[in-house]
């Protein structure tokens, strides 16, 4: 059976790209996705932070790469023929974040996202919760939206 849903309440949904970190599952918003690729050869660049892969030419564009498992302090895995590099601009920096897989694109109520936990949304730790804008509570699991903003906002952290 359809669900009705009125122009008001669709225009109220918020769009993003899931993606998978081992068992976490994690999204962005969609409007800052550019593309998803598969992973290419990324040449590394010296004295970088070390969750920094290094750079990638994008269509004529140097592209600086992220993995995000090194940013939260995650262990680093073998890429795979299902590891991503998501493509997002962030406030007119164009960077691309190495993901273990993408997921969906997941439209989500409003009323279906929550404030982090103040416990582990905290600014005193390294692990990647700092980077929570919140939680998405789904039918059957829970995703965390992230802010992409101090996710590549943040790359003179105290902690490496």
């Known amino acids: 059976m359809a669900q009705n849903v009125s122009q008001n309440e669709t225009a109220d949904l918020e769009q993003m790209v899931t993606f998978n970190l081992g068992q976490e599952e994690f999204g962005v918003n969609i409007l800052q996705v550019q593309e ?18 290094g750079i ?12 995000l498992r ?57 692990s990647g919760s700092e980077y ?3 939680i998405a509570k789904l039918e059957d699991r829970l995703l965390i939206y992230l802010d992409l903003e101090k996710i590549v906002g943040s790359s003179k952290l105290p902690c490496t």
């Open 36 to 53: 998803i690729n598969r992973m290419v050869e990324i040449t590394r660049v010296p004295q970088t932070e070390h969750y920094v892969k």
């Open 56 to 67: 990638i030419n994008l269509r004529g564009k140097v592209i600086p790469i992220i993995d």
């Open 70 to 126: 090194k940013k939260f302090g995650m262990p680093e895995r073998e890429f795979d023929n299902n590891t991503r590099i998501v493509v997002v601009d962030v406030t007119g920096d164009t960077v691309g974040l190495v993901v273990d897989c993408v997921s969906e694109v997941l439209r989500v109520s409003p009323g279906s996202l929550e404030d982090a936990p103040r416990l582990i949304s905290g600014k005193t730790d390294c």
């Open 132 to 134: 929570i804008q919140s």
